[in-house]
């Protein structure tokens, strides 16, 4: 059990802000973090890891990480951290970056098979691909295996199918070791696919704390299904209007009347919903 009850006043785009977070984790949890740049989701990660500091406590299975007058140390807290950049020491090989953290053998090959990384252990870092830079990243993290692992946006410079790749290595990683754990990302099939709960902050401040599904499905009344997007542009073709639409990684067109052209802007957060047809839906590959 993790119980959080820490604030600190962040520098907002325009003016000062408080990050107040009151919330306890269970053990073995994938917590997800949500909410637009600079809502207070990074720093809440890097108080938790001993990084920052904040007022408040900590309190990890009984013990305090955080308490007025006291911060723990980052290395006494059991802490693994993925980062968006890798940080790997480029001067060492991939099972060298490994034992730095813990001279385990046993368990770094064993993280190594894990990941499909153990043809590439003598490899230096600046031979690998994204993906196998971030795979090696996330070994290091397990090596001290961490009862907290904090990842913040750790694949959002993959592609779409190297994630898919990586997003499988953490479950697997999560699962095998008991650990709990805390992601930031804005990537709503990750969260689904990664996350028991899903943590949205505003401001500093827990907005809805809710399972995925509820998280993104926006249904009301009548309607089947929806999705929530970025209006891109608005083009007049003939005698209609097409809404350009960002969802998730995808983009679609919708037909929009006089009224609903004039009265949305590019840039405006949009619900995309059907009332009036039967969806259908097929494989990629099938048609």
Known sequence: MLSIDISKTLAGSDKNFDL????????????????ESGSGKTTLLRILAGLESADGEIVANGIKWLSPGYSMPPRERNIGFVFQDYALFENMSVLKNLLFVNNDIKLAYRLLEMTSMSDLSGRSPSTL????????????????????????????????ATR??????????HDEFATTTVMVSHDPGEIYKLADRVLKIDHGRIVNDSRPLEHFLHTSGSQKFSFRGELLDIIKRDVVYIGIVAIGQQIVEIVLDSNEASTLSVGDTVIVGAKAFAPEIFSKDSR
Do not use: T, W, Y
Not at 20 to 35: M, N, P
Not at 164 to 173: E, G, T
């Open 20 to 35: 107040s977070v009151s919330i306890e984790l269970k053990k073995r949890e994938f917590v997800a973090l949500s909410g």
């Open 129 to 160: 691909s994204g993906g196998q830079k971030q795979r090696v990243a996330l070994c290091r993290a397990f090596m001290g295996r961490p009862k907290l692992l904090l990842m913040d946006e750790p694949l959002s410079a993959l592609d779409p």
């Open 164 to 173: 898919s790749r990586l997003q499988h290595d953490i479950l697997n990683l």
